[in-house]
């Protein structure tokens, strides 16, 4: 039987060759790592073993400085500093909401932005970053949709949003401090920033192993959660290789409404999707699915679509997420009524799903659900309205 191609996008979509030079150290797999090191003249005899000391450094302590890495020679660390860099995303502005989240705009290689957002919480931290400069999907109520897609995100990219944040908020063990000392601000990860994840899989993946090693940052799979629009092929595929939990952006209860709402939904539609996530816990030995549902008002929030909801997903381990929607200028759709919302959330409730609503946060930041996109990209479109030469 022949194996399946993996699912991919248009050319544009592949990420540029990188530039000649160093090669960069993060996002390397230990494989890699290790490879690397042979490549540059590591004896391979030695080679793992520096490895696990180099990997420690970047991912445990948060190091990028080779000179800093005290448990390797002089004359090493001198090979190192001229053969590899130490590169995460470059933190360009930081806005933090009167409720506590925070907003990076971070820099890429090319020159591209993306957002990351971090949002604090009683009981956890939780960021959500981005695996892709723009989307491709142009779901008609997420304002990311409204901006191109450009290219995929490295695994460097998507690992050092996870390490910038880690930066920015001091969280990175001390010296003499043993594991456990320091509480951790951020506990959680979601990849529901700008992208589809499952349209880069092979960078998301790998991403996610460095953060889930034991070794470094050392974040559980229960605290990873990826969200899909429902890439149908490579959710099983995601269940083997990744195991994190997975959020599905469900919103629609017939196949005619989230054609209009989620247009993968006409590749592959819902009877397809649910069937994949029926297969999910099984394969990533998960406790439940997450439905997230954007309340849209006179679309998706009616009695009928909360009973066709229980009924389409009855079987799954699940909890519904309803989100209220986040306006943005030139949103087609409105937020449904709170009481609408709530009577929603207790039909689903009584059928037997958690049914939270989610506050929305960040609101004032444009950093809540759907209103990922960067601000340079706000100031571009701005001055294209106002007949402005675009700025350099």
């Known amino acids: 039987m022949p194996v399946a191609a993996p699912i991919t996008q248009d050319v544009l979509t592949i990420p540029r060759k990188p530039p000649e030079g160093p090669v ?45 890495m005290t448990n390797l020679s002089k004359a090493y660390r001198a090979e190192l500093a001229e053969n590899f860099v130490i590169a995460i995303p470059e933190l360009v502005d930081r806005q933090i909401s009167a409720d506590g989240t925070r907003k990076y705009l971070v820099r890429i290689r090319g020159g591209h ?7 604090p919480e009683e009981d956890r931290g939780t960021l959500c970053i981005s695996s892709q400069v723009g989307c491709t999907l142009t779901c008609s109520f997420c304002h990311t949709g409204t901006q191109k897609l450009v290219r995929n995100l490295s695994a460097a990219e998507i690992i050092g949003q996870i390490m910038m944040a880690r930066d920015d908020l001091d969280e990175w063990p001390r010296r003499g401090e043993g594991a456990g000392e320091r509480p951790r601000r951020l506990s959680n990860v979601v990849l529901m ?15 996610m192993r460095i953060a889930m090693d034991g070794e470094g940052i050392s974040l559980s799979r229960r605290r990873i959660t990826l969200s899909t629009s429902g890439v149908v092929p490579e959710i099983a595929r995601t269940a083997r290789e990744i195991g994190c939990m997975l959020a599905v952006s469900f919103h629609a209860t017939t196949d005619e409404v989230r054609d209009r709402l989620v247009p993968i939904n006409r590749k592959w539609n819902l009877a397809a ?43 799954i381990p699940a909890k519904i997420n309803l989100i209220p929607f986040n306006e943005w200028p030139g949103a087609p759709f409105e937020r449904s009524d709170w ?54």
């Open 193 to 207: 920033g700008m992208g589809e994840p499952l349209y880069n899989f092979d960078n998301v993946r790998d991403a």
């Open 339 to 392: 009481e609408r919302i709530e009577r929603f959330a207790d039909i689903v409730h009584k059928a037997g799903y958690a049914s939270p609503i989610r506050t929305p946060r960040g609101e004032d930041i444009m950093a809540a659900c759907g209103q990922l996109k960067s601000a340079s990209e706000r100031a571009r479109n701005a001055r294209r309205q106002d007949g402005a030469a675009p700025a350099p």
């Open 113 to 119: 932005e993306v957002e990351v957002v971090y949002i």
């Open 24 to 68: 960069n150290l993060v996002g390397l797999t230990r494989e890699g790592l290790r490879a690397a090191l042979i490549a540059h003249g590591t004896p391979e005899k030695q080679a793992r073993m520096r490895a696990s000391q180099i990997w420690q450094w970047l991912y445990w302590w948060g190091v990028r400085d080779f000179e800093t």
């Open 273 to 315: 999707l649910l069937d994949a996530l029926r297969e999910y816990p099984r394969l990533s030995n998960s406790e439940r699915i997450t439905f997230e549902y954007v309340m849209l008002k006179d679309v998706n929030d009616s009695d009928a679509d909360a009973r066709r909801l229980v009924q389409l997903i009855r079987g």
